[in-house]
């Protein structure tokens, strides 16, 4: 069994910052390409940034220069900087991750449960 755990989201004014993780737990042999997406009322689910194990990372236009994703491997953390918010970003962040589990040989893919984030004075 595997879980991806999600926390640090909530109320934030716009300009102001949020820190969200992502943690992932259980049978787990590796953990390859970690990412968090993000969901508001009535749209469909986007990337908003994504890193490799090797750091290598990915930003949707939207978040370049304000979001930064990093992660911790010892940890099997992902975390979400997010800096200069707009009302925009409100949205579900999920947290998505590529996971070889104990006597698989093939990644799965897993979700977070979602925590929100609402950017509002």
């Known amino acids: 069994q595997v879980q991806l755990v999600e926390s640090g989201g909530g109320l934030v004014q716009p300009g102001g910052s949020l820190r969200l993780s992502c943690a992932a737990s259980g049978s787990i042999i590796s953990i390859h390409t970690m990412s968090w997406f993000r969901q508001a009322p009535g749209k469909q689910r986007d990337l908003v940034a994504s890193?490799?194990?090797?750091?290598?990372?990915n930003y949707a236009d939207s978040v370049k220069g304000r979001f930064t994703i990093s992660r911790d491997n010892a940890k099997n953390t992902v975390y979400l900087q997010m800096n200069s918010l707009k009302p925009e970003d409100t949205a579900v962040y999920y947290c998505n991750a590529g996971i070889q589990r104990l006597g698989t040989q093939y990644d799965y893919d897993y979700w977070g449960q979602g925590t929100q984030v609402t950017v509002s004075s």
């Open positions: 890193i490799t194990r090797r750091g290598i990372t």
